[in-house]
């Protein structure tokens, strides 16, 4: 166990809907990053959250948005979804801003239809 | 553009041998190379991570060796176990940008027979 907490584990929706994905960070990490992982693009940086403030930016969607909350969870915020948005989301969390040592969370895995 | 080619695709070893999975890149400016151990459900967990001011790191059954000169590094499981049994990626970031943002391969995905 990782320590870093995803919900919901699956969720199915239809396209043009809007989804939200909660991560809860391991205690004490400031860091939060999204990362998506699909059979077509692999495991993919989508955005990173540092104490709050957006941090760095990968290939995110303008559909896709992201925060990071005073008690340090963040959301990912996915709207008019498509078909090809159907992937699994990982959040992973670390202690310090700048490492590669991330621990990842099991998944929120989204199924458009 | 893949920024970090990863070969096999899958992988069968037979338990106690060896199993061995390479990258390459082209981005001279990474500078952190990690592995990670993804099992079935879950996210994927570091296993281990190499700079490259160094040739080889060592951790138990599991060694990178890197070459900087030739942009490539790869993974060698000694005396494979069934339970080593999962998908292996490896990746790549650099400094200046954030050492978070993972450049992955596309992922091994290692079969131990018993």
């Known amino acids: 166990d990782s320590g870093v907490t995803q919900t919901p584990k699956h969720l199915i929706t239809a396209t043009g809907q809007r989804v939200t994905l909660r991560c809860s960070p391991r205690s004490g990490d400031l860091s939060v990053y999204w990362y998506q992982q699909s059979l077509d693009q692999g495991l993919q940086f989508l955005i990173q959250y540092y104490n709050g403030e957006e941090r760095a930016k990968g290939n995110i969607l303008e559909r896709f948005s992201a925060q990071q909350f005073p008690d340090l969870h963040s959301e990912l915020n996915l709207s008019s979804l498509e078909l090809g948005d159907s992937a699994l989301y990982f959040c992973?969390?670390?202690?310090?801003?700048?490492?590669?040592?991330?621990?990842f969370g099991e998944g929120s895995r989204l199924t458009v239809l | 553009q893949q920024q970090v080619k990863q070969s096999p695709q899958s992988l069968i070893v037979q338990k106690g041998g060896i199993s061995i999975i390479n990258c390459a890149y082209e981005?001279?400016?990474?500078?952190?190379f990690p592995w990670y151990q993804q099992f079935p459900g879950k996210g994927p967990a570091l296993l281990i991570a190499?700079?490259?001011?160094?040739s080889e790191k060592k951790e138990g059954r599991f060694t990178i060796s890197f070459n900087k000169s030739a942009k490539q590094f790869s993974l060698h499981i000694m005396d494979s176990q069934p339970g080593d049994s999962a998908t292996y990626f490896c990746?790549?970031?650099?400094?200046?940008?954030?050492?978070?943002?993972?450049?992955f391969g596309r992922g091994t995905q290692l079969t131990v027979w018993p």
């Open positions: 992973a969390s670390s202690v310090v801003v700048d490492t590669g040592e991330l621990f």
């Open positions: 190499i700079r490259p001011d160094v």
């Open positions: 990746a790549a970031s650099r400094r200046g940008s954030t050492l978070g943002r993972l450049y």
């Open positions: 981005n001279t400016a990474f500078d952190y």
